[in-house]
């Protein structure tokens, strides 16, 4: 009985982790989308992430992303990178708000309707490692 329990505990487990993921959308950074012009188009959703990279090596310091939310929400927008040798990497939602040294996330109320852009920039890059790589994931909540 108690096999037929972890069994059945485990099956549910992984119906419950592959069904949360399976709406979850991971946007690639394409380049080019240096400019508000050439900006890539995101789509903004609990679990949604932007992976992308700024070669410092080939003059790319920023990457924007744009978005229009099909309804009003509240969400978190978070950026990760590696802070090896005092990289730093800041996310701004333009208009609105921005990450800092100390705060890598921001809550904003969003418009449905509403084209929106973010601006990943480079201040201070890793140059020991090369590893230019950054997350940004998307959670919406309660409002």
Known sequence: MKKFAATGLLALTLVLVTSASAFAAVYP????????????????????Q???????????????FKFTPATNQKVRFQIAYSKANKQEFKLVLLGKDETTLNKDYFDVQLEAGREY?????????DLDNNNF????YTYVLPN
């Open 50 to 64: 932007i992976n992308g990279n700024l070669d410092r090596h080939n003059g790319d310091h920023q990457d924007y």
């Open 133 to 136: 790589n950054y997350s940004v």
């Open 117 to 125: 852009t973010l601006r990943v920039e480079g201040h201070s890059y």
């Open 29 to 48: 950074d394409n380049e080019p989308n240096n400019s508000r012009d050439t900006a890539n188009t995101f789509h903004v959703a609990d679990g949604n």
